[in-house]
């Protein structure tokens, strides 16, 4: 299903037929109540104490894609910092979770987060992107390999430059990585709305997860599809990476292109209702 | 396990020679081919690197950490007695700890004392994936390797141009119908030979190896035999024979002849090997003690050596090794100028010299 009905916050749920279908819960329907759906339920877990029994049963529809947790279940706290504090420097409320912490049942931490200082949210989530089949060894190998070959490429031509030119450029691989991904980030996107009988494409503001991940999938389609057959992916990605850093290459022009489309069809704006 | 050798145009600042004798630690990476006062600017010199990337194009240099395998390694050889049979060193350890790297800094301290060196890269690139074996002409039993021989006959010619004029061959040798090397001809002929006849070229090996283990002796040069994987030369190979028959190591003319080099038949030299399970053929990951490695034939063609073992960056090595690579600015993030992220490197390498640096070439 498209991403719109997650922007409804709708449930997916299944027929007896088994085929998927959205139920439309209504537009006013407040954005709280999808706590059962297994993504959003995490920041929501609070409010949606007792809620899980309060969603309509629709007649012949079963819950997909939903946490084996209950709603009493709490996140868990990865941070080092947070358990390093001595207790004399905690406040009231910092004293009072920690020791509610101990009586909380609380979800299990996924595999691949960490404590390391390392670890980065936005690469991770790359790195998952880019995984096939479950071989997160291999993805997570690629990844390193990319952002190596950026840095050795970032060196090269520090090297070469002038002392003037060396000030400008930029050899850390994470903030490259960082930028190259903002400059992807479209504004504004388009969606298909049906109206009298015919799909509309109206340009929509997009949110923020919306756009990082357009950023990050089109880039990842952009490598894997247009290069030649024995180029590799971390060359491959390193150099659109580095294009993507100085707002040139093929994934900004995407970006462009779609905004240039949201501009050009600006009449359909109002079909959006929300 | 040596990945390649480079030419290295001399560019890069001196080098104090104090610095290598001093236990100082400095810096990590691959062979150093810094000019001294003695050698001429702009003498191109064979560099072996292991690691992916080229340092000399990222860093503008390449440094050698100074450690004490490689500095005990450099005392035997300064207080060698010529007129022994040549000792054989063997620097064995586990994987990525830093034995071919010490091996390269043996090979620079002998190149700067003006020995004549014999330095085979990786032997295990001889037993695997060639293309193409001919029937020796000069022994029919054995395989001739034209590709590996001539690439080592060139690297060969640019580490040792100098003596390749001074040292004469002392017997003729016939190559073929129209071409042969007469006796007292200089020894850069015969190499000559080898690499413009590419057929010849594995014989052109076998005659420079015997004529430099029979002049050795003679007290004209002192000759270093490097040899990086020798636990190649006494596996098993993967190469066959035209009706799939597998081939020992034994009937490849090249491995034949390395074999009588190691021998400690000779003086006036010295012979530093290096155990590699890296490129190895059917040998465990695990395996790094030299009696695993070499096997029974091995060891007792081996025996009597000198083991040196190489381990792991001591606390101050490691130390030393990341305050390098923060003062070249490869260790990018953040948060690795930091001693937690230090720690962490630290706990995530376990002080391995060759994990270490896998790791900090994405950080």
Known sequence: ?274 | MLKRMTRLVSGARQLDPGRLLHGGPQAPQSLAAHPDNQVPDGSPRAVSCTSEGDPVRTFNEACLMVRRPALELLRYLKNTNFAHPAVRYVLYGEKGTGKTLSLCHVIHFCAKQDWLILHIPDAHLWVKNCRDLLQSTYNKQRFDQPVEASSWLKNFKTANERFLSQIKVQEKYVWNKRESTEKGRPLGEVVEQGLTRVRNATDAVGIVLKELKSQSRLGAFRLLVAVDGVNALWGRTTLKREDKSPVAPEELALVHSVRKMVRNDWHGGAIVLTLSQTGSLFKPRKAYLPQELLGKEGFDALDPFIPILVSNYSPKEFESCIQYYLENSWLQHEKAHTEEGKKELLFLSNANPGQLERLCAYL
């Open chain 1, 1 to 274: 299903m498209t991403h719109r009905f997650r922007t409804l916050r709708s449930l997916f749920l299944i027929s007896r037929s088994g085929t998927p279908r959205a139920a439309f819960l209504g537009s006013s329907w407040p954005a709280k109540m999808a706590a059962p759906v297994g993504k959003a339920a995490r920041g929501w877990s609070v409010l949606a104490l007792g809620l899980r029994s309060v969603v309509p049963r629709l007649p012949g529809l079963t819950q997909v894609r939903w946490s084996r947790y209950g709603p009493e279940y709490k996140d868990p706290q990865i941070d080092k910092e947070y358990y390093r504090k001595p207790l004399a420097e905690l406040t009231e409320e910092e004293k009072y979770e920690q020791e509610l912490r101990k009586i909380q049942l609380i979800k299990a931490a996924p595999a691949a987060k960490t404590s390391s200082v390392f670890e980065d949210p936005v690469i991770s989530k790359f790195t998952n992107m880019m995984m096939k089949g479950g071989n997160k060894v291999l993805a997570r190998s690629l990844m390193t390999q990319t952002l190596e070959a950026v840095k050795r490429k970032q060196f090269e031509k520090y090297h070469a430059a002038s002392a003037q030119e060396q000030a400008t450029i930029e050899r850390n691989p994470y903030t490259i990585f960082h930028q190259a991904l903002k400059n992807c980030e479209p504004v504004i996107g388009l969606v298909p709305i049906l109206r009298g009988g015919h799909f509309y494409q109206v340009p929509v503001p997009l949110p923020d997860r919306r756009r990082r991940f357009l950023a990050m999938k089109w880039m990842i389609t952009e490598c894997r599809e247009k290069k030649h057959r024995r180029m590799l992916m971390p060359e491959k990605l390193s150099h659109e990476l580095l294009e993507a850093f100085h707002n040139q290459g093929p994934v900004v022009k995407k970006k462009q292109d779609m905004h240039k489309m949201a501009e050009a069809n600006r009449a359909l704006a109002h079909y959006r209702w929300w």
